[in-house]
């Protein structure tokens, strides 16, 4: 009788055969590759798989058909994948892309008009200082009013908080993107410091009820907890901050940035209110027209994917693949569809990039909803 090493020796060999002939196969991949680049035709062909599985399966026995056929579909995939880099996808995107490419790209702009939701001492305008050096602020109510500003050409640029290292995703502002046609070109990490601000001469045991936007009281929950205080969410930080400013309440606080203090004329009576002294928000800056500036090397796109077994699994094995790193992977779900979802995608890489543009590509053809958007530089 065999031992456990005497079977796992034979495992090895056969692996070692298994490699061998998965090299040769690939090789022959390559070739089918340079014709098809040759030809125009197409990388994926779905028919010729499926005759593949029903021969190779034909004699099998009814416990191992399955197991080959998962093995073979990701042979296949990584077939479709090599062949990928001698043959150029071609979609609308990519030809406008590649389009852009060829022309000269111009350095980010020092100064611009700026769209901003909240009132003046947000941390938007924070991000913005850091991504414009001159800016020209305009303050929108909500998050959508600076979409719209951006869309109708009253700004030229648009800045909004899009996740929390702590608190996550600004979920508004990803459902605002699936609305919104945009592109991002340029983000920026920003440490947010939260401070408690109330009326000068209010006291810590006055207080009562404190305002801010639902992300920061998300921030300071256990914070505000052991305060035994109110907390009530307003649309933003610095319009917390207003609000108590304006108000004849002493028993009101704002927990917002520490310049709303001298902006607005409070107190500040706690520093550092966060529950993680860890805590940055991501800010992205967004064009209505699409930009490539130079040194971008981060790349953002939404898609939807098809409703079966797999196809996420897919996805990300093709990024994989590619050696490219996945910053950001979040889900939204599509109104009015039965459980179908749009994922945003957050990658480095270079747009000028063969690999790159060939993925953006078969994203885009192999989806019924593809969006592109942006290349850009993410300030840290």
């Not at 008009?113 to 909240?118: E, F, I, K, N, Y």
């Amino acid at each position: 009788m065999k031992t456990m090493d005497d079977i796992r020796k034979d495992i090895d060999k056969i692996d070692d055969e298994i490699a061998d002939l998965y090299v040769k196969r690939m090789a022959l991949c390559k070739e089918i590759g340079i014709k098809k680049a040759e030809q125009g035709s197409a990388v994926n062909v779905s028919e010729r798989e499926k005759a593949i599985i029903n021969r190779i399966t034909a004699d099998k026995e009814d416990d191992m058909k399955r197991y080959i056929k998962n093995l073979y579909d990701t042979v296949f995939f990584q077939s479709k994948n090599y062949q990928g880099k001698f043959v150029k996808t071609h979609s609308e995107t990519v030809e406008s892309l590649r389009k852009m490419i060829a022309e000269k790209r111009e350095e980010f702009p020092v100064s611009a008009t700026v769209a901003c939701q909240g009132v003046s001492g947000a941390y938007s305008g924070v991000a913005t200082d850091k991504i414009f050096d001159i800016n020209d602020v305009t303050y929108f109510k909500t998050f959508e009013g600076v979409f719209s500003a951006v869309d109708k050409g009253l700004c030229e640029y648009g800045v909004l908080p899009i996740e929390n290292s702590n608190a996550g995703s600004v979920s508004q502002v990803y459902d605002l993107m699936k609305k919104y046609k945009f592109y991002i070109v340029k983000s920026v990490r920003v440490q947010i410091s939260h401070a408690l601000c109330v009326k000068k001469g209010a006291d810590i045991s006055q207080i009562k009820t404190v305002y801010s936007h639902e992300q920061a009281l998300s921030q300071c929950a256990e914070h505000l907890k052991n305060m035994g205080v109110k907390a009530i969410a307003v649309e933003n930080t610095a319009v917390a901050a207003k609000m108590v400013a304006e108000s004849d309440d002493y028993s009101i606080g704002a927990i917002c940035s520490s310049d709303c203090a001298d902006i607005y004329n409070l107190c500040v009576l706690e520093r550092a209110m966060q529950d993680n002294g860890n805590n940055f928000t991501r800010f992205i800056c967004i064009s209505k027209n699409l930009k490539l500036f130079k040194g971008a090397d981060k790349i953002s796109v939404m898609t939807s994917l098809a409703n079966k077994s797999g196809s996420l699994n897919r996805m990300l094995s093709r990024f994989s693949t590619l050696g490219l790193n996945l910053t950001k992977l979040e889900s939204r779900p599509i109104a009015n569809s039965q459980f179908e979802f749009m994922f945003y995608f957050d990658f480095e890489g270079d747009i000028e990039s063969d690999d790159v543009l060939n993925l953006l590509g078969e994203l885009d053809n192999s989806s019924d909803k593809f969006v592109f958007l942006g290349s850009y530089k993410e300030i840290i």
